[in-house]
């Protein structure tokens, strides 16, 4: 099971995302994050080379998920400028990010930013497993008593 990100950037004309579920944290000093870019997509070029930001949809945000996979969906995203690059305006969490290094993945692109600001709201989580969307309620017990 993983959770499920749109990780937005600057295009050309506007705001523009891809849906990403390789997102993980790498380091905490420096603080950096990871996203595994397929070489094919048409947002490997931004992402390799310039800020972005990873927006960790909650619950109700499958239909965004869909939209930034390339579905047909009949919904408008709504934006927010963030410091460095747009970002939606209503994701569970947001993590953005200045490009910090970027290593070869066969036919995908690991892309590391350096974490410049981020965000998060309550709400139960939208999660990906077996090819299928599902949610994480927020109750659900941590590892709070580990820190
Ligand atoms: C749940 C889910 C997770 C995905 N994760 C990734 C990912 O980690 N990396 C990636 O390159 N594409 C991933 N994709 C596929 C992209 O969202 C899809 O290819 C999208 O159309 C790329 O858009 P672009 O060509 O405009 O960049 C995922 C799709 C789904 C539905």
């Known amino acids: 099971m993983t959770g499920v990100t749109v990780v937005t950037f600057a295009g050309d004309d506007g705001p523009r ?17 990871l996203v595994s870019v397929a070489r094919k997509a048409r947002s490997h070029g931004p992402l390799t080379t310039g800020p ?18 390339g579905a047909p969906a009949d919904i408008e995203p709504s934006w927010t400028e963030g410091a460095l690059a747009p970002r939606l305006s209503h994701p569970l969490a947001w993590v ?45 017990g941590g590892i709070e008593h580990l820190f």
């Open 96 to 140: 953005e990010c200045e490009p910090w290094q970027t290593y070869d993945g066969g036919d995908h692109t690991l892309v590391l930013g350096r974490v410049v600001d981020l965000g998060h709201r309550d709400g139960d989580a939208l999660t990906y497993t077996w090819s299928r969307f599902g949610t994480l309620a927020e109750s659900t």
């Open 17 to 33: 995302g891809a849906t990403m579920n390789s997102f993980t944290s790498v380091s905490a000093d420096p603080p950096l994050v």
């Open 52 to 69: 972005f930001c990873v927006n960790i949809l909650g619950a109700e945000q499958e239909p965004l998920a869909r939209l930034f996979a």
